[in-house]
C-alpha cells in the first residue's frame, strides 16, 4: 500500500509541475491542481502543503528529471583520460543540444527566477541549479586549460558563466521562438567563441 500510495503521489506531483511549467506559479490555481493530480483540495494540502510548498517541491522534481542528463554529459567529460582530447567546446555543444531540447517546455528554473524572483525560497533553489552547472562548466573549461587545449590565459571560471547565463537565456528564446535557427546559430556562435581560445591538438 505504501508502495502504491508514493507512486500516486509521484505521478500527481509530475502532473502538478507540469501544470507550473505550462501557466507559471501565479497562473495556476488549485482547482487547475486539482484537475491534473486528481487528488482533491484536502489531499494536496496533506500531502505537499500550501501551493507555493507544492510549486518549490514540483520545481526540485524538475530538475531531478531534467539535470542528470546534464552532469553526465560532464562527468564523461571530466572522466575522459589525459590520452584523449576533451575538446570543451564540442562538451559545451553537446550541453547545448539538451537545453535546446528542454527550451520548448519553458525551462522551469528560469521561469521560477523571473516570476518569484523575490521569494528567497525559490531563488535559493535557482542559485543552486546554476551554481551546480556553473561549477561544471568552470571545472570542464579548467581541465581544458591544464591538458593545452585552450589558451593558458583564458579564465575558466568567466567562461563558464558566460556559458551559464547563455544558456539561461536560451531556455526563454527556445520556449518563445517557432524559428529553431535562431537559437541554433547562437548555440554554434558560443561553441566558436570558446573555440577561438582552444589551442589546436596536442
Known sequence: MSRNKNADLDRALRAAT??????GFSATSMSDLVAATGMNRAGLYSAFGSKHQLYITALARYREDTEPE?????????DRPSSERLD??????????VVARHSKEGG???????ELADDPATVR??????????????????LAVERGEMDPAADP??????????????????????????????????V???????????
Open 18 to 23: 507540469r501544470v507550473f511549467l505550462e501557466r
Open 70 to 78: 546534464l552532469r553526465a554529459i560532464a562527468r564523461r567529460a571530466l
Open 88 to 97: 570543451a567546446p564540442r562538451v559545451v555543444a553537446d550541453l547545448l543540444e
Open 108 to 114: 522551469f528554473v528560469v521561469r521560477a527566477a523571473v
Open 125 to 142: 533553489r535557482v542559485q543552486e541549479a546554476w551554481a551546480e552547472l556553473e561549477r561544471d562548466l568552470a571545472a570542464i573549461l579548467a
Open 157 to 190: 571560471e568567466r567562461l563558464a558563466r558566460t556559458a551559464l547565463v547563455f544558456i539561461q537565456g536560451s531556455f526563454v528564446v527556445g520556449h518563445a521562438d517557432e524559428d529553431d535557427r535562431r537559437l541554433n546559430d547562437a548555440a554554434a556562435g558560443l
Open 192 to 202: 566558436d567563441l570558446l573555440g577561438g581560445v582552444a589551442t589546436a591538438s596536442p
